[in-house]
């Protein structure tokens, strides 16, 4: 507390408690999270699958999302962006590697770490798996994930399927 200038100053931590609802999506999702599983919604026009439903409208036909759909575990790296610059609070080891992950099943990507390879050897198309954290540490997040790593298969070329566009 400094009174110097006529001003009271005081640091004081501060915590708020709150309760969010979920909402139908975004639970159906989280509870997934909650057992181990990747689950998204299909639109029941497009038949485009998202992951994660984050809302509750297919922004490309604005027809609410329909069934659940599992998806996953596995997925392929849409894009990456390998990290070289420390910044506050951070925990990874430089360099690391930020990647869009389209899990199998799925038309839209996630973003996550890769790990358990060198950073310069992760590529778009590249293959990766999950790896989860203790259940014990499991909350509905999609940090229950500690990172994906590369499963090893050969790259998948994207593109080249057939399917929702
Ligand atoms: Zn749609």
Redesign the pocket.
Same mark, same amino acid.
């Given at each position: 507390m400094s009174e110097a200038d006529g001003l009271v100053r005081l640091r004081q931590p501060i915590g708020v408690t709150y309760n969010w609802s979920a909402g139908p999506n975004a639970t159906s999702h989280l509870a997934g999270l909650m057992s181990g599983k990747f689950v998204g919604k299909r *639109?029941p026009?497009?038949?485009?699958v998202y992951f994660p439903p984050r809302n509750g409208v297919?922004p490309? *036909?604005a027809?609410i999302l329909a069934g659940d759909v599992e998806v996953g575990p596995k997925g392929t790296i849409t894009t990456f962006c390998i990290v070289n610059v420390p910044f506050l609070g951070q925990k990874i080891k430089l360099p690391y590697v930020a990647a869009q992950i389209l899990l199998d099943g799925a038309d839209i990507s996630m973003q996550h770490l890769i790990q358990e390879c060198e950073a310069e050897d992760v590529r778009i198309g590249m293959r990766v798996e999950p790896v989860w954290k203790d259940k014990s540490e499991w909350g509905p997040s999609l940090e229950n994930i500690q990172h994906f790593r590369p499963t090893g298969e050969p790259d998948r070329v994207m593109g080249s399927e057939s399917g929702a566009s």
């Open positions: *639109c026009s497009c038949a485009l297919c490309k *036909c027809k």
